[in-house]
């Protein structure tokens, strides 16, 4: 690699982070016309990729990198093939038209620069995740994902369903991210390699690994939880909750895809085995089964194609498990056609939202002259979804069939998943895209029009680039589906499907979807309520289900406070003292570290023992004062006397600051108390005063054990002897105390000193604050109080 | 508190020990003394005078406020350290120079300077306790 | 004469953990106070005692062959003491102003963020 090519990919990767931080700025300035300036980051991005494009096409892979922690063998490395290339590209490429879009459909949102902000940042740490090399990279970029979409769904957090939304998508995918984690870090131990490349090259090791089942599991739940697999599918609709420039980039190249492209990413080291055979085609059919009969049920056009994302994603497990060389060239195709017609309908759901004021289908129609550019972007990208050419989604299709028909009762079972599933997939696009424009149009429905270019740019856009990419498939599958295959795949393949359909088998189960959801489209209303009453009848789902693990949590937590902290301070010193008592004894006695016997000193002067009897003639006192004043005559004391004794064993700095700082504590607390009937008198009943005499006896003990340990230990004079040595000849100084304060130690008072004075700021703020004052009630925040969706 | 001695000596006494705390402040690398232990009796000087003649005339006196005084400390220990990093040092380096004063050598150094600083972080948060706490007593 | 002194540092923390086992904010306080002196105490013993030499080296500059007290943990008192006199007039302002607000000196019924019947948290999001 030379050097001029990483240190451009390391802009472009940060680039999304660094526009994030001006994106307020800007649209203070420009207000939603900033989203022309923003989406030139995502251009950038793009043409940075797509000059990857003939590198790759060819084979080869781009990588680079930078050490992070050596020690470790930890590095900032990217790498890119035909997989990373795909999802940069549609990333970045989809991310322009986001961008665009959010400036029309948040037009005149005062937080409009924040959204700016958080969309970029998420774009960013998407685009992060696509190319990371190192493992530790790609989990901080997965998880960086997860904050970011939980940042974009709570946008709007006023509302209580947003707040709901944002953390289910934060705990759902965040805690799948720590199973990945996990996972990871069992490779890295399994195989000694910390990174993608060469994990890949590693084919076959890890399949053979007394840890693959291990490692298989914690890579799904990471997978599974992000790309919403039932039944963990229930944080995507909800994810519904964020505005729809959001839920259009999450949905079709973003965040749930992060699963997908993970899945494809080692499905040559982990995938061609039995597990991943079998696990990945139920839960993919699952899922895809159960999100389109979930998409029925719905008539909220932005719920109805959250659903059929849930779905779609089955489709793409399913078919990344299937085992075949044709169902991953489909997996690559479907994804491709996927990102692009659901990105385009998420759009024009939100712009008839943002132009009709609606979004129940119920309450649709006949906006078709109203916003004719809509209309047809809207009835292309339909046709997509629906595998119909002359568009990308009927490439996708043929070779979904063309890859699942295989001999078998397995495949013809998956088969037949796979025609329902597209089948009813067919009714939703065509509810989407033709109910709200045909028929007439309901009385009180908002006068409506095409609106900003801003609004329909992107949809147009989307629904042109699915016609081209199917009509000239001969560079589409050299360019993008080839090498993206062959990276998914692990060997090379060859992509040859174009829209002139050959007869065979595929052909004939494509008819019989359309057969199938012509019959489903006309009987929608029919089925929709049936579905409704099934879903009453059941009436629990792991949506409920969330809520009752979080209040689960709650209630715990509460349970558990009340105990460890019952609100009395006896309870919390008695806990203390007598965990410090363990900390010091029992190590004590377990290691046979306990003092020998101690000598009584011959030379014990008669004035030390007299100083010393006055320290604690002074602490008795305390004690047993049955006045204020005593006690504070008897605290001085005893410091005093703290301070003689500093001054007879050689420290006259510590003796002169021991003394000032008596007299001020004295002189204070002889102030507070005068004020106050603060009486020093103990009510402490005689079994309780037992039990506190034995505690601080025992504790005064172990201190005793330990400090005549110390005393017997051999001591080590080399520090005291360093600062005699040099406190004169590099520190020029003859008070060596002072000498380590201000110089040999100077950072450590720098930080005392600081100290001091936030313990003064803290005091002169006790004092200040106004009495009082009226205490702010806790507002109360039920589920129940608020109306949720 | 209040008695005629008591407030006649108060001022003569504070001064004589901010005085005092001054000197000790500044032998303090040679012999006893140093910055905490000038601030302490600086603070007890302020403190004196507060309970003697009220604690209006002792901000008067003092003319910055406490905190104040206390932050320029801080400020100037910061300085000290920095210097360094700026003499190509790292951080805390005790740096020298000797500049001549009539007849005497006088040696400056950033450790001297730190040390000034520990002494009005001191005198200033320590004041500022016992003046807010007096202060409470005439309400 | 560690040994004496190491019984002297036993009773400084008898006292002060005695005092903090009690109700009332203003023994707690106290304790507070002779806590802080035995735990200077404990270090500067266990630094080892010299009699009644400083840590100060004569004007001459030689320094070889002098045995002074130590130094060290002087210096580590020196600011342990500033320090705990800062934390004990926090702890006096706070226990001050707490008794004028919530009318007691007895730690048990100072309930106020942690009061006898708590409510269950919000249960929303």
Not at chain 1, 80 to 109: N, R
Not at chain 1, 149 to 160: A, P, T, W
Not at chain 1, 321 to 341: I, N, R, T
Request: a neutral charge; proline letters at 5%; glycine letters at 8%.
């Amino acid at each position: 690699m030379d050097d001029y090519m990483p240190s451009t990919t390391l802009f472009v990767l940060l680039l999304p982070f660094l526009a994030a931080l001006f994106a307020p700025a800007l649209t203070r300035l420009f207000r939603h016309n900033a989203a022309w300036l923003l989406a030139i980051v995502p251009v950038v991005i793009f043409w940075h990729f797509a000059t990857f494009l003939p590198e790759i096409s060819k084979g080869e892979v781009v990588t680079g990198g930078y050490q992070w922690i050596p020690a470790f063998r930890v590095n900032f490395s990217w790498f890119v093939d035909g997989l990373s290339l795909t999802f940069a590209l549609l990333i970045s490429g989809i991310g322009v038209l986001i961008v665009l879009y959010s400036g029309g459909y948040l037009k005149g949102h005062e937080h409009l620069g924040r959204f700016f902000s958080f969309i970029l940042m998420f774009m960013g740490s998407m685009l992060g995740l696509v190319v990371s090399d190192s493992f530790l990279m790609f989990f901080v970029f997965w998880e960086l994902t997860s904050i970011t979409s939980f940042l974009l769904i709570g946008f709007d957090h006023k509302r209580e369903a947003s707040r709901r939304a944002a953390l289910q998508a934060l705990v759902v995918t965040g805690g799948g991210g720590l199973f990945l984690l996990a996972g990871l870090l069992m490779i890295w131990n399994v195989t000694g390699i910390s990174e993608m490349s060469l994990l890949l090259r590693s084919q076959g090791v890890l399949a053979d690994s007394p840890f693959y089942l291990a490692i298989f599991v914690l890579v799904l739940g990471g997978a599974f939880t992000k790309s919403a697999q039932f039944p963990l599918h229930f944080w995507l609709p909800n994810a519904m909750e964020a505005p729809t420039p959001v839920s259009a980039y999450l949905h079709s190249a973003t965040m749930v895809k992060a699963g997908v492209y993970l899945l494809m990413r080692l499905n040559p080291v982990l995938g061609d085995t039995a597990a991943w055979e079998t696990v990945l085609p139920v839960f993919g059919g699952a899922t895809l089964i159960v999100g389109t009969l979930l998409a029925i049920r719905q008539t909220d056009l932005k719920l109805m194609l959250a659903y059929t994302t849930v779905s779609s994603l089955g489709l793409l497990v399913m078919l990344t498990g299937f085992g075949h060389p044709k169902a991953v060239e489909a997996a690559v195709l479907y994804l491709v056609a996927h990102s692009m017609f659901k990105g385009a309908l998420f759009m024009v759901a939100g712009g008839i939202d943002h132009e009709a004021g609606s979004r129940d289908i119920t309450k649709l129609g006949g906006l078709m002259s109203a916003m004719p550019i809509t209309f047809a972007a809207a009835f292309a990208s339909a046709f997509s979804m629906a595998g119909l050419p002359p568009f990308f989604g009927f490439l996708a299709k043929e070779e979904i069939y063309a890859g699942l028909w295989q001999p078998g009762a397995w495949p013809l079972l998956l088969t037949l998943v796979a025609i329902v599933g597209n089948g009813l997939m067919f009714v939703i696009g065509f509810a989407v895209a033709l109910k709200p424009f045909l028929g007439e149009k309901p009385a009180g429905l908002r006068e409506a029009h095409d609106g900003l270019v801003l609004l329909w740019l992107g949809p147009a856009v989307l629904a042109v680039a699915s016609l081209l990419t199917a009509v000239f498939s001969s560079v589409t599958h050299r360019l993008i589906s080839i090498p993206m295959a062959t990276a998914v795949e692990g060997a090379p393949v060859s992509v040859y499907i174009s829209l002139i359909p050959h007869i065979g088998m595929a052909l004939l189960l494509s008819g019989i979807t359309i057969v199938f959801g012509i019959v489903a489209y006309r009987n929608l209303e029919r089925l929709r309520s049936a579905m409704a009453a099934t879903l009453t009848a059941i009436g629990w789902g792991p949506d409920q289900g969330f809520d009752q693990f979080i209040r689960g949590i709650v209630r715990v937590s509460f349970a558990v406070t009340r105990i460890v902290q019952n609100g009395r301070m006896e309870t919390y010193m008695k806990a203390t003292f007598v965990l410090l008592i363990v900390a010091i004894l029992v190590p004590m006695i377990l290691f046979d570290e306990l003092p020998a016997m101690p000598q009584w000193p011959q030379d014990v002067s008669l004035y030390e023992l007299a100083i010393m009897a006055i320290a604690a003639v002074g602490l008795v006192a305390v004690i047993f004062a049955r006045d204020r004043l005593t006690a504070i005559v008897s605290l001085g004391i005893q410091g005093f006397a703290v301070a003689l004794l500093f001054m007879l064993f050689g420290a006259p700095d510590l003796s002169f600051t021991q003394f000032m700082v008596e007299t001020l504590s004295v002189v204070i607390l002889a102030l507070a108390m005068t004020r106050l009937r603060l009486t020093p008198t103990d009510h402490r009943p005689i079994g309780k005063r037992l039990f506190d005499v034995t505690i601080s006896v025992v504790g005064a003990g172990a201190f005793l054990l330990l400090l005549l340990k110390v005393i017997q230990l051999p001591f080590d004079l080399t520090l005291p002897e360093f600062f005699t040595n040099y406190s004169m000849s590099i520190a020029y100084g003859r008070n060596i105390v002072n000498v380590i304060l201000v110089d040999f130690r100077g950072t450590d008072t720098w930080g005392e000193i600081a100290v001091v004075m936030v313990a003064g700021l803290a005091i002169l703020s006790l004092i200040r604050i106004s009495t009082r004052r009226p205490w702010p009630s806790i507002a109360t925040n039920d589920p129940n109080d608020e109306e949720r969706r | 508190m209040r008695t005629l001695i008591f407030r006649t000596v108060a001022p003569y006494l504070s001064s004589l020990m901010v005085l005092f705390s001054v000197f000790v402040l500044l032998r303090g690398h040679n012999e006893p003394g140093g910055g905490f232990i000038g601030g302490l009796i600086a603070a007890s000087a302020f403190a004196i005078y507060g309970i003697a003649c009220g604690v209006s005339p002792v901000r008067r006196a003092m003319y910055f406020h406490p905190m104040a005084l206390s932050a320029a400390g801080l400020l100037m220990g910061s300085v000290a350290g920095l210097l360094s990093i700026f003499a190509g040092v790292p951080f805390m380096t005790g740096l020298w120079v000797t500049v001549p004063f009539f007849t005497e050598e006088l040696k400056l150094s950033t450790v001297l300077l730190f040390d000034i600083g520990v002494y009005f972080v001191v005198v200033g948060a320590i004041s500022s306790i016992a003046l807010a706490l007096e202060e409470r007593e005439v309400e | 004469m560690e040994v004496p002194m190491a019984f002297l540092v036993a009773i400084f923390f008898a006292v002060s953990i005695y005092l903090f086992l009690s109700r009332h904010i203003i023994r707690i306080l106290l304790g507070a106070a002779i806590l802080s002196n035995a735990v200077n105490l404990l270090i500067f013993t266990s630094g080892r005692l010299t009699r009644e030499i400083p840590p100060i080296l004569p004007a001459g500059g030689a320094t070889e062959g002098i045995v002074t007290a130590n130094p060290l943990p002087q210096a580590l008192i020196l600011t342990a003491i500033v320090i705990a006199f800062s934390f004990f007039a926090f702890l006096l302002v706070l226990s001050y102003r707490a008794y004028q607000e919530l009318g007691t000196d007895d730690t048990n019924e100072m309930r106020f963020a942690e009061p006898e019947e708590q409510k269950l948290p919000p249960l929303g999001y």
